[in-house]
T-cell receptor
Framework: KAGVTQTPRYLIKTRGQQVTLSCSPISGHRSVSWYQQTPGQGLQFLFEYFSETQRNKGNFPGRFSGRQFSNSRSEMNVSTLELGDSALYLC???????????????FGAGTRLSVL | AQTVTQSQPEMSVQEAETVTLSCTYDTSESDYYLFWYKQPPSRQMILVIRQEAYKQQNATENRFSVNFQKAAKSFSLKISDSQLGDAAMYFCAFIQTDSWGKLQFGAGTQVVVTP
């Protein structure tokens, strides 16, 4: 089975621009979570999607948004980029979202975003 | 609110020796999962081991084992017979069972393996 695929791997943008990152989960996985990783703040949860619905959201400004498609692929968008948005963005997928689910998240290799 | 604390920024171990990484967490919930993830220089997060809070038995995966002390809210990882390939950043992570997709991570411990 193919793993979680994130594209692109690297991005360079300038302040004020917007960016869209893509994540294809493991086949059959319906839950997709996004994380931001920076040296200063570590790993922080952005949001989670399941069956095209956002079920959970972290403490990020509204400039960060996401969506999920019917095939479980997910995108996240950051508008009006700021220097502080430079980070590694990680996507993870899980098999199921039930209360007694395994809750194991499998991660992609990430997209490294640099904002100049 | 839940927090995950890893107090060791870096740990060094010789090949074939054993190293233990510490992790404490804070929660008022009783139903949750704990994980150790490994992030090598490639930045790919790899699941090392998982522990369900309702299970008293400590999880083991080959050379990796945990010491789960629920009352003390402690979850340490022991790496036995360390190998050069074990060199990586190790993250302790917590998730409430009904917290959809929200893993909370510690700051990480860098493991250095010397020949």
């Amino acid at each position: 089975k193919a793993g979680v695929t994130q594209t692109p791997r690297y991005l360079i943008k300038t302040r004020g621009q917007q960016v869209t990152l893509s994540c294809s989960p493991i086949s059959g996985h319906r839950s997709v979570s996004w994380y931001q990783q920076t040296p200063g703040q570590g790993l922080q949860f952005l949001f989670e999607y399941f069956s095209e619905t956002q079920r959970n959201k972290g403490n990020f400004p509204g400039r960060f948004s996401g969506r999920q498609f019917s095939n479980s692929r997910s995108e996240m968008n950051v508008s009006t980029l700021e220097l502080g948005d430079s980070a590694l963005y990680l996507c993870a997928s899980s098999p199921e979202g039930g209360k007694r689910a395994k809750n194991i998240q499998y991660f992609g290799a990430g997209t490294r975003l640099s904002v100049l | 609110a839940q927090t995950v604390t890893q107090s060791q920024p870096e740990m060094s171990v010789q090949e074939a020796e054993t190293v233990t990484l510490s992790c404490t967490y804070d929660t008022s919930e009783s139903d949750y999962y704990l994980f150790w993830y490994k992030q090598p220089p490639s930045r790919q997060m790899i699941l090392v081991i998982r522990q369900e809070a309702y299970k008293q038995q400590n999880a083991t995966e080959n050379r990796f084992s945990v010491n789960f002390q629920k009352a003390a809210k402690s979850f340490s990882l022991k790496i036995s017979d360390s190998q050069l390939g074990d060199a990586a950043m190790y993250f302790c992570a917590f998730i409430q069972t009904d917290s959809w997709g929200k893993l909370q991570f510690g700051a990480g411990t860098q493991v250095v393996v010397t020949p």
